[in-house]
């Protein structure tokens, strides 16, 4: 079965910045979610097993940055200038296939989960 274990997560101050880090055994095409207190989980990126293609939620697009080390089956989202909304425990996410697409914004979409780090922003 396919691990994914979340780390990196923690208090920063509004402006500030987090890198974190989701160990991931197998190719599959990796994701981030967010989900805060009250809201449903919502997508945050996404990167192909090549590093080769990642997309953005307009949300954080210009601010997050995902990338990966496929030697070290690690994935990262580092996250600059963050703001209080972004304050959430986050996931990651792998998927073997997404249809016609080589992701999904849709959490259903994804076949395994990661038991989530949290990220709090203060101001």
């Known amino acids: 079965q396919v691990q994914l274990v979340e780390s990196g997560g923690g208090l920063v101050q509004a402006g500030g910045s987090l890198r974190l880090s989701c160990a991931a055994s197998?190719?599959?095409?990796m994701g981030w979610f967010r989900q805060a207190p009250g809201k449903e989980r919502e997508f945050v990126g996404a990167i192909k097993w090549s590093g080769g293609s990642t997309s953005y939620a307009d949300s954080v697009k210009g601010r997050f940055t995902i990338s990966r080390d496929n030697a070290k089956n690690t994935v990262y989202l580092q996250m600059n200038s963050l703001k209080l909304e972004d304050t959430a425990v986050y996931y990651c996410?792998?998927?073997?296939?997404?249809?016609?697409?080589?992701?999904?914004?849709?959490?259903?979409?994804?076949?395994?989960w990661g038991q989530g780090t949290q990220v709090t922003v203060s101001s």
């Open positions: 996410a792998a998927g073997p296939r997404f249809g016609s697409s080589w992701y999904s914004p849709t959490p259903a979409a994804w076949s395994y």
């Open positions: 197998g190719r599959y095409t």
